[in-house]
């Protein structure tokens, strides 16, 4: 079957880094995203990664390792309302779309 | 302008009734999408339409069907509603290439509370 698999849900501090990993075992891969999803609201994309190596944007940064299976999403000068969930989805070999049940960031003072 | 949009946002409605909910989208995108997010936030892929062909998951209850008009539109349509069934439901687009799905743009959710 395909999975993907992210941490339920990290806490970190105000201005402070934070790392979500997310591991996926899927038919074939074509490429993954990461979305932000503010409670309440709609999924909004943050990032796409298909090559190996990392994407930078701003205080967000994706990673991609192909071999392992293996993305990460790291946010920079954590602020307040980086508050959400962040889902990781990935692109199979049908180019469906794979996603994690998502990862709550929780931003305290 | 709206990218995508879809209504009604709030939907109150008792077991056994059939309901619609309706999205369109203004970014000329090829492909459409209806998805079921529950309590859990977990999104669940029902459907995935563009003027070729669409794609539904099996897991989805034929209870759900989607409509499409054109390709700026694709309603979904839920005939006996039962409890289970209530969740946010997400309307979503995007341009389809060789590279597949590409970014999804949301609609703002539809909440569905079946009593």
């Known amino acids: ?109 | 302008d709206t990218a995508v949009s879809q209504t009604p946002k709030y939907l109150v409605t008792q077991m056994g009734n059939d309901k619609s909910i309706k999205c369109e989208q203004n970014l000329g995108h090829d492909t459409m999408y209806w998805y079921k997010q529950d309590s859990k936030k977990f999104l669940k892929i029902m459907f995935s339409y563009n003027n070729k062909e669409l794609i539904i998951n099996e897991t989805v209850p034929n209870r759900f069907s989607p409509k499409s008009p054109d390709k700026a539109h694709l309603n979904l349509h839920i005939n006996s509603l039962e409890l289970g069934d209530s969740a946010v439901y997400f309307c979503a687009s995007s341009q389809f290439s060789d590279r597949g799905p590409g970014e999804l743009f949301f609609g703002e959710g539809s909440r569905l509370t079946v009593l």
């Not at chain 1, 880094?17 to 999803?37: A, E, H, K, M, P």
């Not at chain 1, 944007?57 to 999403?73: A, I």
């Not at chain 1, 307040?80 to 889902?87: G, I, N, Q």
Request: hydrophobic share 35%; with cysteine.
């Open chain 1, 1 to 109: 079957g395909q999975n993907i698999d992210q941490p339920t849900e990290m806490t970190a501090t105000e201005g402070a880094i934070v790392q979500i990993n997310c591991t996926y075992q899927t038919s074939g891969f074509n490429g993954l995203f990461w979305y932000q999803q503010h409670a309440g609201e709609a999924p909004t994309f943050l990032s796409y990664n298909v090559l190996d190596g990392l994407e930078e944007k701003g205080r967000f940064s994706s990673f991609l390792s192909r071999s392992k299976g293996y993305s990460y999403l790291l946010l920079k000068e954590l602020q307040m309302k980086d508050s959400a969930s962040y889902l990781c989805a990935v692109v199979d070999s049908n180019y469906q779309l794979i996603w994690g049940a998502g990862t709550k960031l929780i931003i305290k003072p």
